[in-house]
């Protein structure tokens, strides 16, 4: 229901709808329409109120749907844009729109999270100034597929960065995008299944491109950078945003078309994972080292330990500890 008020308002973005007529043209009854705009503000949502009715309140500046589709060129990513001020996780709301029946390639912007997550649950810090965009997903593809789509996501952004900027781009395995040893992007991907089946993923991409690094908290400053750092001045976000969902739909679309193996000799090809002597951390407290040798084709990274033997690593935290 919150998707379709959503959708509603996002329709008939620019005017003021009462909530007689929410109700009216969804078949719902006003009260409920009200009780779910409330839950919606709550959320992170804002609206403009009058005596004509409810406006959905788009960003100020130029992070707006109209604005970013003017310098989109794809086919079905970003067919439904959603910008926000502020919310508590994109990632967040696009599962919610996902649940809700929202067509493939729907995205969620905000300027700034008040709940971004990384893996694992860590806190992700979203200030004003990056990037914070989920992307909606359906691909027909058993569950154990479903993380490739972090090794999708990494090549996309990774080849986007180095194309239009010239930068040292690489991939920490399996979700962090660096420039230099510095982490710049973060990337989490969520997958919803039922009955075996994959219902929907939501790809959660978080760029540092206009952020002050020295305003981060100390733990997370010394292993940050940002593309305004690099590069010595401000990015267009707008032009950013286009040309990466451009190159995302591309490297998608190669994945649904059982192109992954070329893919992943993609990621491996930016990979500073691979060759590194690394440490990982797994979920209940066990820690794992060894030099990286390579990635399967499942995505699961191959450890030589010190003892010699192999070990495949299908999740965990990944620290670089020297090459």
Known sequence: MNYRILEFLHENRGKFVSVQDIASKLDLEPGKVLETLEILEDRGYKFEKSGKGYRLKEPEGDLSPSKIKEALETSYIGCEIYCFDEVDSTNIIAKELAEDDAKEGTIVIAKTQTRGRGRRGKKWISPRGGIWMSIILRPDIPPAEAPHLT???????????????????????????????????GILTEAHARFNT??????????????????????????????????????????????????????????????????????????????????????????????????????????????????????????????
């Open 151 to 185: 090794l999708i996501t990494g090549v996309a952004v990774a080849k986007t960065l180095k194309r239009e900027f010239g930068l040292d781009v690489g991939i920490k395995w399996p979700n962090d995008i660096l420039i230099g040893e510095k982490k710049v992007c």
């Open 198 to 323: 994959i219902e929907y993923i939501v790809v959660g991409i978080g760029i540092d491109t206009n952020v002050d690094v020295d305003l981060f908290p100390e733990e997370f400053r010394e292993g940050a950078t940002s593309l305004k750092r690099e590069l010595g001045r401000d990015v267009d976000s707008i032009d950013l945003i286009g040309k990466l969902l451009v190159e995302f739909e591309k490297v998608y679309d190669d994945f649904r078309d059982g192109r992954f193996p070329e893919i992943l000799n993609e990621w491996r090809r930016f990979s500073r994972t691979i060759g590194s002597y690394v440490e990982i951390r797994k979920q209940l407290g066990e820690v794992v080292r060894g030099e990286a040798v390579g990635v399967n084709n499942e995505g699961a990274l191959i450890l030589e330990l010190d003892n010699g033997k192999l070990r495949k690593i299908v999740s965990g935290e990944c620290i670089h500890l020297g090459r």
